[in-house]
């Protein structure tokens, strides 16, 4: 059951619904990178969901695994150094026991992707024409011309001008904005179900930015296709998803669908980011609220909560547990944090044993946005 | 010349001022880069104006050539009164220590080879000022929330990037300058991190009474550290005026694009992406004619392919350059 | 306190608190965390150690030969003519019953002196070329590359023998003809490096420091440009004793009786059926040391660039 448009369905952390509703099921996924200077924890433990033609925003910092997680779905990870442990299901098949020969069936044909820096995603030495077609002519086996006509319907698609004429062009004769729409097609070429978009306008103009991330919800409404945009800009994801996970030190720390998250923040690492953007609607020359410190080592285990060493509201008990991602509610919010931001003060701590932890209390003191 | 400058304040004895500033660049089969073609404008004492635009704009270039790095194509930049664009190499060099600058990708930013403290003390021992720079070095990286001891003995690639732009801000100041021009210092730096450092910026700049020219292409950045902005596209000046003014009552049609452009943390709202016409901006080398918005401006005629417009005043410390500014209620933030 | 602060509208305004200190908790990447596993030495590998131990023996050997215990490498022993490995002799003897060993090693001699001095020259020479050339662009580039391409279009070998024959035959005209040949090779790669450092902004900051030209590229290019130039100089001692040994070979290099490889490989050519031992001592000796040093810059280079941002 595929849904076009926006449908809002919150997706929980833990089981809810048919397993086929699920078009990717992320379980326990861990990509350990082993360097010269130690074993590092890029993703250490995530658990997703997503449902057809629904819209995930991940969001974070540099650093806390974001990119790592779509690669690690994708497998373009080195194989002799890295290592991921978990399950991650694609229409129920689990992509990580895959022999690599399936594999490459799935990928651009199923799963599509598209990388954040448009200068180098594309093969300067290859047209434009070719470089859309070349997952048509690999997976489906499509001759050249027919190849060419897809790409230019693609392009013509993507909103690029003068189609015909770009097609026999080469990347450098495009700019910035232009390559990341020629990225888009050619991820899309073979109308694949799930679009893994990591910082697709990170590298872009914020004119443009706002052009292509629209061009990008609309293609996956028209399509039905699901789509997983990594950004760290938590304004890019606020209006064009239907859930959002904040990620913090190869871990989710928050997942909510996005009409619930921001005007009920409860993990205080998403409350910091959220106050130290810069905003127009901002009084000039005051102080951001900054979060002190920097994000901990990945090769190192921490014991307890790893934002605890930043965070303002940080208890004894943040130190020595590590609290796991839960939802107490049914509104299909989770967190991981023992005080989250909508307890009362004298509730106890939401405890990760208890399904369902303590509620989240009705009066929630006022905080500015 | 004079009503073409009506932007300017010479009367409030500004520390820099830049007039006429032309940049090009040769590009290959006979053809010129006009990266910055006739921009005017000046800072007054502690000041800080921002100049912003999106890739291709010139502001970058507009902030090298005025720290003669190298000299503009023509044009005068006329910094406490000396005109640098006519200074001899020796007395730049000599001038130069008062203003500064930093970049906007910290990690190269600073020599791989050398400590940090090193490369912090580095423009004390060009100045002959050899025997304090260390305990100099040390009192200025303290001073930007570092600790001096394990800056004397780590590379940069020991430290983050906001601690090396942390670094390099050390190093912009440890001359005691006038003007500090800041080339997008926070754009690669995550939103945690860009907080610390704008923050800390705003502390220095109180600290120690500084001028600065602030580039960006981040309006909302902007909006925290200006007390002046000027917009610029494809090497030109759309307007300019006191901050405020310009986020509550943009007139030109681009800069009230990148309003409408930026993305907020509100589920409820959208970017609009549509008054901006098109898919790609022009190219730097074939600029349009007159009025060089016009191939993206929903709102142009005939006369903006003819005529160039120049700045005017539309009110107190606010000047636009368009035939058809936006109406004064139209757009805008809160 | 068990209840948590409220974020106030006052908080955002307030007295900024000094500036935090960012060392605090987590130690710089490159310091005392479960960090550094794999030590520089180690990660070097067995061959790279290998190949210092080898260059550092033959260099030994050779500073040290008048005083080790070896046979005379000039006097010959007309009872053990052209005799192979032996007690007595433990690479044979020539033609002549000079003691192969001993004459090899003294024979190293010049062929490490050779080799060093001209990759240096070499380095040094072709380094400030290659980095003057890269930094200042426009003119000086463009002379500068063009002195560089004409030596390299010149057939190296007979550019050798003819600047040996005419300045003549000693180690200083030698050393130099052969540094001559190897500055392009350095000066490119020098000025390449050179043009990638020469983008990055805290060059930008040197100038604005006020730095001059002299000053940017002696003190901000070279440490940049050195660990590349190093580990390519290092392979250009290989090359340079090779040159060396063609020369002696063809009778260009130092006249005997003074022993080089290159002339007792020569002096062995015509025995190369009866008394091979004259040809291969001297010539595995060689191979062993110019691939040491081979190895020995490769791995250098290596290691330099997964330092600076490889993965």
Not at chain 1, 222 to 250: K, N, P, W
Not at chain 2, 71 to 92: A, H, M, Y
Not at chain 3, 104 to 115: D, E, H, K, Q, T
Request: net charge neutral; proline share 8%.
């Amino acid at each position: 059951m595929s849904t076009a448009g926006a449908e809002r369905v919150g997706a929980a952390a833990g089981n809810d619904g048919a397993p086929g509703d699920r078009l990717l099921e992320i379980q326990n996924l861990r990509t350990y990178l082993k360097t010269s200077r130690g074993v590092v924890r890029a993703v250490d433990g995530v658990s997703l969901e997503l449902r057809p033609g629904t819209t995930l925003g991940l969001v974070g910092e540099s650093g806390c695994g974001k990119s790592m997680l779509l690669r690690s779905i994708l497998g373009l990870l080195p194989r002799r150094s890295v290592e991921r442990q978990g399950r991650i299901l694609f229409e129920g098949q689990d992509l990580l026991s895959l022999p690599p020969s399936r594999l490459r069936r799935i990928l651009g044909r199923d799963i599509g992707y598209v990388a954040q820096d448009p200068m180098t995603s594309l093969n300067p030495v290859l047209k434009v024409g070719q470089q859309v077609g070349e997952t048509l002519r690999c997976h489906y086996g499509v001759s050249r011309s027919k190849a060419r006509a897809e790409a230019l319907e693609l392009l013509q698609s993507v909103g690029i001008p003068e189609a015909e004429r770009r097609l026999d062009q080469y990347p450098h004769q495009l700019s910035g904005g232009m390559r990341q729409r020629v990225s888009i097609a050619a991820a899309l070429a073979c109308h694949p179900k799930l679009l893994l978009a990591d910082e697709p306008t990170t590298a872009l103009d914020v004119t443009v930015q706002a052009q292509v991330l629209e061009l990008l919800s609309r293609l996956a409404r028209e399509r039905s296709m699901a789509m997983i945009l990594v950004t760290h800009d938590l304004g890019v994801v606020a209006g064009r998803t239907e859930q959002i996970a904040v990620m913090y030190a190869g871990q989710v720390v928050e997942l909510s669908p996005t009409s619930d998250l921001f005007g009920n923040i409860q993990m205080p690492y998403t409350e910091a980011l959220f106050k130290s953007i810069p905003r127009l609607s901002d009084v000039p020359h005051h102080r951001l609220v900054s979060i002190p410190g920097r994000p901990p080592d990945l090769r190192m285990q921490p014991t307890g909560c790893r934002f605890a060493s930043r965070c303002t509201y940080t208890q004894p008990q943040c130190l020595t547990d590590a609290p796991a991602l839960t939802e107490p509610g049914t509104s299909g919010h989770a967190y991981a944090c023992w005080f989250p931001l909508g307890l009362q003060p004298e509730d106890p701590p939401a405890d990760s044993a208890a399904p369902t932890g303590a509620p989240v209390g009705p009066a929630r003191p006022a905080r500015r946005q | 010349m004079g009503d073409l400058l009506v932007q300017l304040r010479p009367e409030r004895d500004p520390l820099l001022r830049v007039e006429h500033l032309v940049v090009e660049f040769p590009a290959g089969r006979g053809q010129r880069v006009h990266a910055v073609s006739g921009v005017s404008f000046d800072i007054l004492r502690g000041e800080t104006l921002s100049l912003v635009g999106e890739t291709g704009s010139g502001k970058s270039t507009t902030a090298l050539a005025i720290a003669q790095l190298p000299k503009p194509n023509s044009g005068s930049v006329i910094f406490d009164g000396q005109d640098l664009t006519q200074l001899g190499r020796k007395e730049l060099r000599a001038v130069r220590p008062r203003f500064q600058l930093i970049f906007q990708d910290p990690i190269s930013s600073l020599n791989p080879r050398r400590r940090l403290t090193d490369s912090v003390a580095e423009p004390l021992r060009l100045a002959g000022r050899g025997a304090e720079a260390k305990q100099l070095a040390d009192a200025m990286l303290e001073a930007v929330g570092m600790d001096a001891e394990l800056a004397a003995s780590r590379w940069p690639s020991d430290f983050s990037g906001g601690q090396c732009q942390r670094a390099s801000i050390a190093r912009a100041l440890v001359l005691d300058p006038d003007l500090l021009i800041c080339d997008e210092p926070v754009s690669s730096l995550d939103v945690s991190v860009q907080a610390q450092i704008l923050n800390l910026l705003h502390d220095l700049r109180e600290r120690y009474g500084l001028t600065i020219l602030f580039i960006s292409h981040d309006l909302a950045v902007v909006r925290n550290v200006s007390d002046r902005i000027a917009v610029m596209y494809l090497g030109k000046l759309c307007e300019i005026g006191e901050a405020d003014a310009l986020y509550r009552r943009p007139r030109h049609p681009y800069t009230c694009a990148l309003i409408e452009a930026i993305p907020a943390p509100d589920p409820t709202s959208r970017p609009k992406a549509t008054s901006i016409l098109g898919v790609e901006p022009p190219s730097p080398i074939t600029p349009p004619s007159g009025c060089r918005y016009r191939t993206r401006c929903p709102r142009a005629q005939e006369i903006c392919a003819v005529e160039e417009p120049t700045l005017q005043r539309v009110e107190d410390d606010h000047y636009v350059a368009c035939h058809f500014p936006v109406a004064e209620h139209a757009a805008g933030v809160a | 306190m068990s209840s948590r602060p409220e974020v106030s509208p006052v908080l955002l305004v307030q007295v900024p608190p000094p500036p935090p200190r960012i060392e605090a908790a987590a130690a710089p990447a490159g310091g005392a965390g479960p960090g550094r596993i794999v030590p520089l030495w180690k990660r070097l590998g067995i061959p790279f150690w290998l190949a210092v131990g080898w260059i550092v023996l033959v260099a030994v050997l050779a500073i040290t030969a008048s005083i080790l215990p070896l046979q005379n490498p000039d006097v010959g022993n007309f009872s053990a003519l052209s005799q192979g490995p032996s007690a007595a002799h433990w690479f044979g003897t020539d033609d002549l019953g000079r003691d192969l060993m001993s004459r090899v090693i003294f024979g190293s001699r010049v062929s490490l002196i050779v080799g060093f001095a001209a990759a240096f020259l070499g380095t040094v020479i072709g380094g400030a070329l290659g980095i003057a050339a890269g930094y200042l662009r426009s003119a000086t580039e463009g002379v500068i590359m063009l002195i560089m391409d004409a030596i390299i279009s010149f057939p190296s070998l007979v550019m050798l023998i003819a600047l040996t024959t005419f300045l003549g035959k000693n180690l200083v005209n030698i050393t130099g003809a052969i540094a001559l040949v190897t500055v392009p090779v350095l000066a490119r790669l020098a000025r390449g490096s050179t043009l990638s450092v020469a983008k990055r902004p805290f060059i930008l900051a040197a100038r604005s420091a006020g730095a001059t030209n002299f000053r940017v590229m002696w003190r901000e290019i070279v440490p940049n440009v050195l660990p590349p130039l190093i580990s390519l100089g290092l392979v250009i001692v290989a090359v340079a004793i090779v040159a060396e040994g063609a020369l002696s070979f063809l009778g260009f290099s130092i006249p005997p009786p003074t022993p080089t490889w290159g002339n007792i490989i020569a002096s062995g050519e015509n025995d190369l059926s009866t008394a091979p031992q004259i040809v291969f001592a001297p010539a595995a000796v060689m191979f062993v040391t110019v691939f040491a040093f081979s190895i020995a810059g490769d791995r250098l280079r290596r290691i330099g660039e997964l330092q600076s941002g490889g993965i």
